[in-house]
């Protein structure tokens, strides 16, 4: 049974798209790769490039998970920036990543501009700082970024922020010219036609029921079998068992967004002068931006183990009007949500099973633009270049506290705390 696009404004504006028929019969291929996200559609496109013989199967429809959901947002680096990174795991890890921290907004543009994408690609995003202390945060943040040789960046004051932002609500807030936002479904499909023109072969509906690994690694599904010298497994918050061992350092979350109804230039102007996207500096924060046709996106909250709070445009509508008290009362036309996969270091997890199985997943948050970094780095992998992949893949990762059972509790307590934290301006 073919399970579609859940309803939201990404799936009600997608460019036209085929329906690929699910896998039947028995197949070879060089590689395999699990997952018709970002993380999946940047190896099969990075590998197709490369002459690799690649076939992708997804479970439901290109970019059904959270690559067709997500904010859009192009926000660089990692869900724990580079200070984290070197205090934690030391100098040489900080400055492999650090290479790389910026890296996954540039091939998103080299993939739109080489394959002619049309996603409503836009330049620029926002951090923006709701207290005094969150203002010194972004200060300290550009330095750490500059140090790292990212320069794009600006910081704007109480008075200025206002040329980029129509909010009461801020007190300052980082430009980061180098970071901008699109329509994420739209990039993905736009990927998957790219991959497909290179020779590659997708399969839709075709969710994998067993992994036997070997030489070659067989992946089954329930109508066919694909025999491969390597799998890719690409399936993150969605992955429904199939790496067993991985799950409990990692943990699926829900997150929600709105659209609203389409905004008159004027008001559009007014919120968003320049058309930037924009995150605050909350623990759990707040992000939006405008789309193409002048809606409002507005995304924001967390439930913790995936799934649905009790009513989505009662989830967002308080913050949202507290953003934007010009937009009180303003009908919403499409409410959604969609799980990523957290991992307790807020660490991306890279890593190898048996020597021809490779997986990345975990991405906390910030899979956007590290999805089409892990891609390119496993098609590296495969060419015999491990030396970026490995930065990756030597993170140690724990389990969440309380195993399976209690890390939602758990985790949900903290997330309180860091919540009264920002509701106190701590």
Not at 133 to 140: D, I
Not at 208 to 219: F, I, M, S, T
Not at 243 to 268: D, F, H, K, N, Y
Not at 279 to 290: G, H, I, P, V
């Amino acid at each position: 049974m073919r399970v579609d696009h859940p309803r939201s404004y990404y799936a009600a504006s997608a460019n036209a798209a085929p329906v690929r028929p699910p896998l039947t019969g028995g197949k070879r291929a060089d590689v395999c790769v699990i997952g018709g996200g970002f993380t999946g559609l940047s190896s099969a496109l990075h590998l197709a490039e490369r002459g690799f013989d690649v076939t992708l199967l997804e479970a439901s429809r290109i970019g059904f998970g959270a690559s067709g959901r997500n904010g859009g947002q192009i926000v660089n680096s990692y869900s724990r920036d580079m200070d984290v990174i070197e205090a934690k795991y030391g100098g040489t890890t900080a400055r492999a990543l650090g290479s790389m921290a910026f890296e996954g907004a540039q091939i998103i543009r080299e993939r739109v501009a080489t394959y002619d994408i049309a996603c409503d690609l836009k330049a620029g995003n926002l951090f923006a700082a709701c207290t005094d202390k969150q203002m010194r945060g972004l200060v300290a943040h550009k330095a750490l970024w500059e140090r790292y040789g990212h320069s794009a960046l600006s910081l704007l004051d109480s008075r200025t922020y206002r040329d980029e932002i129509g909010s009461p609500r801020y007190v300052g807030a980082l430009l980061d010219q180098a970071g901008g936002h699109l329509h994420p479904l739209n990039l993905a499909l736009g990927e998957a036609a790219a991959f497909e023109a290179l020779g590659g072969t997708i399969h839709e509906a075709s969710p994998v029921v067993e992994l036997v690994h070997g030489a070659p690694a067989r992946v089954r599904t329930a109508q066919g079998e694909i025999r491969a010298d390597h799998v890719i497994v690409a399936g993150n918050a969605y992955l429904s068992g199939l790496l067993p061992a991985l799950e409990g350092r990692s943990m699926p979350c829900g997150t929600q967004m709105i659209a609203t109804t389409p905004l008159e230039a004027s008001v559009a102007h007014q919120l968003l002068p320049h058309d930037r996207c924009v995150e605050d500096s909350n623990y759990l924060l707040d992000y939006y931006r405008l789309s193409a046709g002048r809606r409002l996106l507005y995304g924001g909250g967390v439930t913790y183990g995936g799934g649905d709070p009790a009513s989505i445009e009662a989830s967002i509508r308080p913050n949202l009007e507290r953003t934007f008290p010009q937009l009180r009362g303003i009908k919403f036309d499409y409410a959604w949500s969609g799980n990523f996969l957290l991992t307790l270091n807020r660490l991306p997890q890279f890593g190898r099973i048996n020597g021809n199985v490779l997986y990345a997943q975990g991405y906390s948050g910030h899979g956007l633009t590290c999805t089409h970094l892990a891609g390119r780095l496993m098609a590296e992998v495969l060419c015999g270049e491990h030396d970026r992949f490995d930065a990756f893949a030597g993170i140690p990762h724990t389990p969440f506290p309380g195993g399976r059972l209690f890390r939602v509790p758990l985790t949900t307590l903290g997330a309180w705390f860091y919540r009264l934290r920002d509701r106190l301006g701590g």
